[in-house]
């Protein structure tokens, strides 16, 4: 693909993983790139959709409204509303105006709660999502739905991959939409700030998760872009399965934290088990992590040092 010629829409331009996208298209010399805010174009609305897909060529969708488990218990409505109402008009009106490829962001809360480890794309329909992210994971595999119906309807190219959970530098701090890594360092910063001598968290520490560096992440969604064309999802992950309790030890040891790790038992675990395949990635379009979960953290709690040094 020559990036060069090609006008590109970026949704979530501005976000956490956005900007890691927007910096690899950067080094593409992409012709002209579009990342219209929120603020400016609801994405809920179909005029909107339709306004900014007007002379686009590849569209990178994601956008999304998203959160940790307190947030999906608090508002699982909103937040299938806002993914699915975004995911079809977009599709839609991006078909409509004649866009080359589209390339949508899925979620790894649409696997079945008990799939088998790790996670292989023939299996996403296997069973129904774990209960506290079923809203947002079932909104997410829509978009497989739309994507593989407008293929066979009208032939329009459209692909989604399904990132694991994602972690790095500039990740999301605030307390309330957090994922777990960036939770944790914060806990673990403010309670060295405030001289405690323990932490608490939720749950059991017993679910594993596998994580993959933000910076890895957007260089397969580049790499899927240009390609892949295939009508299944496809897994971005790492593979590298570890349970929150070893993650929240590891954290504490890179942070030099030598107090202690209380769980809350009466909060929810989520997902007793997430872990997915590599396997396509790799076969489809040759796609490898560069960072290792020890290396990434590192580099993770450094920037996290720097911007409250």
């Not at 219209?36 to 809920?44: F, H, M, Q, T």
Request: with cysteine; hydrophobic share 35%.
């Amino acid at each position: 693909m020559n990036w060069s010629k090609k006008n590109v829409l970026v949704t979530g331009g501005r976000g956490f993983l956005g900007k890691y996208v927007v910096e690899e298209l950067h080094k593409k010399n992409v012709r002209n790139l579009i990342l219209p805010s929120s603020k400016e174009y609801d994405l809920r609305e179909k005029s909107n959709c339709k306004k900014i897909t007007q002379d686009i060529d590849i569209v990178i969708h994601l956008a999304a409204k998203v959160g940790g488990i307190g947030m999906n218990q608090e508002k699982p409505a909103d937040i299938f509303y806002d993914n699915i109402m975004m995911g079809t008009n977009l599709i839609h009106e991006a078909k409509e105006s004649g866009v080359e490829k589209f390339i949508a962001l899925g979620t790894v809360c649409s696997y079945p709660k008990f799939a088998s480890i790790p996670f292989s794309e023939d299996s996403l329909w296997n069973g129904y999502p774990e209960e506290t992210n079923s809203a947002y994971g079932l909104s997410k595999k829509m978009l497989i739905v739309q994507s593989q119906a407008y293929r066979d309807q009208y032939d329009f190219k459209s692909i989604v991959l399904i990132p694991t959970n994602l972690y790095g530098p500039n990740d999301d701090l605030d307390p309330t939409t957090s994922h777990v890594i960036p939770a944790l360092i914060l806990k673990i910063h403010n309670a060295m700030k405030n001289n405690l001598d323990y932490i608490t968290l939720w749950g059991d520490g017993s679910p594993t998760r596998d994580f993959l560096y933000v910076e890895d992440a957007a260089k397969g969604i580049i790499l899927a872009a240009e390609k892949y064309n295939g009508e299944l999802p496809i897994n971005l992950g790492s593979e590298e399965e570890i349970s929150i309790k070893d993650l929240a030890d590891l954290i504490c040891k890179l942070m030099s934290f030598r107090g202690n790790v209380k769980w809350d038992s009466s909060r929810p675990n989520g997902q007793p088990r997430r872990c997915v395949s590599k396997k396509m990635a790799e076969k489809e379009f040759g796609f490898k992590p560069n960072t290792n979960l020890d290396e990434g953290l590192k580099k993770t709690i450094a920037w996290f040092k720097n911007k409250y040094k």
